[in-house]
């Protein structure tokens, strides 16, 4: 048996996917089948389940299992309450219909389509995933993996499935907030009854900085409550407003009692400015998106959460009498020769978060418009430069992400018609602030 023609990777004896990474193979089949005809790699998956090489059985909540290595499972794996879901559509309705995501245990989870606009969703989705146009392959950058629609019968329910990558899947403690996108939550085709009920929730906060925050949920790092699990649900998330809403960005970054983890701020600083720019060529419509940051907050114990020096910042600096000409710096590390204003052409020779938050910035104009002090370039380039000469990698950097999901009220401008989505960047814009205001707060850690 042979995967069809029109395959990408060409024709294929079934036999030789045992040595291969299975998970990745066959869902990059199912990627490259998106498109009009999602449902096909199921022809190929019916196959090996015929041949008794992946264990399929619908209706009482499982689905196709595929191990993550090596041969095909031959069990299936079961379908289960995606617990770590933050916010959005969930719990049980009227029958025991259940209306939340769902994870598979093998790195997808599936969000059921449960009303008209999702079916918007499956088309942004689709096109985003299929499109050459240059925009929308660095937005894609953005987005969950998209492995099509498939049904599902979970609880005796059948359903229509989005089946995406788990962004938090390999994480031991996931640490996840949403952040819903937009002072304006409602889209150009919303009635008078939606438009009202969407300007009626979230108001001030909406209007102070162009988003809102329906969920988060994350795991203390240090302290008596370390690994504590603590979650805010959309009811708490309607009631904040004003400086609450930095407290809980700290509360969530863990650093609620101190500074931030520089590492998991530039990180996310980094992909933030990224996004902005993306943003700013305009080419979408996003209403009603939200902006997940992930991170591990086991990987964050270990970069500064014992209580010694943390990963993320220097070793101890020598306070010297400052040099003259240099009244900016006031602490320098003897040996360090004058800074390059511009970061190493060549990469640094030992992994460094600062090394990679910089490289990827080589070239950004955001980044000097919204970090206009030229200093904190410096002062990147320093620690990037203190990474190296202490030999401190970054593998112990926490890993921080951000993505954009829920895409029921997206749209996706044709090549004539590409303007910048003006709400949408003005509440990035506004959380890149905070951010970026949280980081100067740990520059006294480089310099002191
Ligand atoms: N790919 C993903 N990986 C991990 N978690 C996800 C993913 N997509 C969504 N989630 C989780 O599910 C939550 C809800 O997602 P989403 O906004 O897509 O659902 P929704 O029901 O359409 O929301 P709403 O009620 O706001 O329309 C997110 O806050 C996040 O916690
Ligand atoms: O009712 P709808 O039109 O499906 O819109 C839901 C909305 O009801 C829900 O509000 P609520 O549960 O807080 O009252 C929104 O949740 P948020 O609290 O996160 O704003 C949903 O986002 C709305 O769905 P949609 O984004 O598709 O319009």
Redesign the pocket.
């Known amino acids: 048996m042979k995967l069809g023609a029109g395959y990408p990777m060409g024709p294929l004896e079934l036999a030789d996917l045992t040595g291969l990474d299975t998970k990745k193979y066959i869902l990059e089949v199912m990627m490259n089948r998106t498109g009009n005809t999602v449902f096909r790699p199921v022809e190929v998956i019916d196959t090996l389940v015929s041949q008794g090489k992946l264990g399929r059985k619908t209706g009482e909540g499982v689905h196709y299992g595929l191990e993550r290595r090596g041969s095909v499972m031959a069990s299936p794996l079961p379908l289960r309450r995606f617990t770590r879901q933050v916010?959005?559509?969930g719990g049980d309705v009227a029958g025991g219909k259940y209306t939340g995501l769902l994870q598979c245990g093998d790195g997808t989870i599936l969000k059921p389509i449960l009303?008209e606009?999702q079916k918007r969703e499956v088309e942004f989705y689709e096109r985003i995933m299929s499109s050459n146009r240059p925009d929308l392959v660095q937005l894609r950058k953005f987005i969950p993996k998209y492995y099509g629609v498939r049904k599902f019968t979970y609880n005796g329910f059948e359903q229509d499935y989005i089946m995406l990558e788990d962004l938090t899947d390999g994480m031991l403690e996931p640490c996840v907030m949403d952040l819903?996108i937009g002072r304006i939550?409602?889209d150009p085709y919303a009635s008078a009854d939606?438009i009202k009920?969407?300007e009626s929730?979230?108001t001030r906060c909406k209007q102070q900085y162009g988003f809102?925050i329906?969920g988060y949920q994350v795991y203390r790092v240090g302290g008596a409550r370390d690994g504590e699990l603590v979650r805010g649900g959309?009811e708490q998330?309607?009631r904040l407003y004003g400086e609450q809403i930095v407290t809980v960005i700290r509360s969530f970054l863990n650093a609620s009692s101190g500074s931030s983890c520089r590492a998991l701020l530039v990180q996310l600083l980094a992909a933030l400015w990224e996004l902005q720019r993306v943003i700013s060529r305009g080419g979408v419509l996003l209403r009603?998106s939200s902006l997940l940051l992930l991170y591990d907050a086991s990987v964050l114990r270990s970069c500064c959460g014992d209580g010694g020096v943390p990963a993320c910042r220097p070793p101890r600096l020598v306070r010297r009498r400052s040099l003259p000409g240099a009244s900016v710096l006031s602490g320098h590390v003897t040996p360090l020769p004058s800074l390059p204003l511009r970061a190493p052409s060549s990469p640094p020779p030992v992994r460094s978060p600062w090394g990679a938050a910089l490289a990827r910035l080589e070239g950004s104009h955001s980044f000097d418009n919204n970090y206009q002090e030229k200093l904190s370039r410096i002062k990147m380039e320093y620690r990037a430069r203190l990474d190296r000469i202490a030999n401190r990698g970054g593998d112990r950097s926490p890993a921080g992400l951000l993505r954009l999901v829920?895409f029921?009220?997206g749209f996706i401008h044709e090549d004539e018609e590409i303007k910048v989505d003006e709400n949408f960047k003005h509440g990035l814009d506004n959380l890149a602030r905070i951010l970026e205001a949280l980081l100067k707060d740990t520059d006294e850690f480089v310099f002191s």
């Open positions: 916010a959005g559509h009303k606009s819903k939550t409602y939606k009920r969407e929730k979230y809102c329906p959309k998330g309607k009603s829920d029921a009220h």
